[in-house]
T-cell receptor
Framework: NAGVTQTPKFQVLKTGQSMTLQCAQD?????MSWYRQDPGMGLRLIHY???????DQGEVPNGYNVSRSTTEDFPLRLLSAAPSQTSVYFC????????????FGSGTRLTVV | GESVGLHLPTLSVQEGDNSIINCAYS??????FIWYKQESGKGPQFIID?????DKRQGQRVTVLLNKTVKHLSLQIAATQPGDSAVYFC????????????FGKGTKLTVNP
């Protein structure tokens, strides 16, 4: 049981480039979310999904897109990378009724130069 | 806006002592609370949760107390060990709401041998 798997673990992008951060969970969790973690800011919600085909914006959605075509996968797309998007990104999932909170992946450290 | 805050950014204790980490939240509609532990380079790891219909919950060496009157919760770690050294986050969720898990900024716990 792998839990929440994020790839890649590290990425360096040039300003203006696009990329997709991958997230997959094998726990059949309905809810999935993307967070970014910046020093002194805690974790902030980017986008979330309550089921396949359903997504919504979180606190800091600008510059990011998501889709949820399957229960297992929830990719995060950076449309045109900016230095302000340098951060650590975490994907998380949970059951419909919260049990043990959210399960987090190990993160993707992204640097935009 | 909605916020979750921790009272102290750092806490240093001696091995074997009890640790108490405090957290305040602003949204009285929050009904599910989680404490996470984050070690360097890793994603947040679930420690313990509590629902708003409870005021205390115990786990292995950890206890969470919830005071809804003053919107405060605390994490108590008994007999703190060097392996407990990490950053601890509290988070609050309003079920059926925006799915926004609001995180505090974290308290870094250092356990001295």
């Amino acid at each position: 049981n792998a839990g929440v798997t994020q790839t890649p673990k590290f990425q360096v992008l040039k300003t203006g480039q696009s990329m997709t951060l991958q997230c997959a969970q094998d726990m059949n969790h309905e809810y999935m979310s993307w967070y970014r973690q910046d020093p002194g800011m805690g974790l902030r919600l980017i986008h979330y999904s309550v089921g396949a085909g359903i997504t919504d914006q979180g606190e800091v959605p600008n510059g990011y897109n998501v889709s949820r075509s399957t229960t297992e996968d929830f990719p995060l797309r950076l449309l045109s990378a900016a230095p302000s998007q340098t951060s650590v990104y975490f994907c998380a999932s949970r059951t419909r009724t919260p049990l043990y909170g959210y399960t987090f992946g190990s993160g993707t450290r992204l640097t935009v130069v | 806006g909605e916020s979750v805050g921790l009272h102290l950014p750092t806490l240093s204790v001696q091995e074997g002592d009890n640790s108490i980490i405090n957290c305040a939240y602003s949204n009285s509609a929050s009904d599910y609370f989680i404490w996470y532990k984050q070690e360097s380079g890793k994603g947040p790891q679930f420690i313990i949760d509590i629902r708003s219909n409870m005021d205390k919950r115990q786990g292995q060496r950890v206890t969470v107390l919830l005071n809804k009157t003053v919107k405060h919760l605390s994490l108590q770690i008994a007999a703190t060990q060097p392996g407990d050294s990490a950053v601890y986050f509290c988070a609050a969720l309003t079920q059926g709401g925006s799915e926004k898990l609001v995180f505090g900024k974290g308290t870094k716990l250092t356990v001295n041998p």
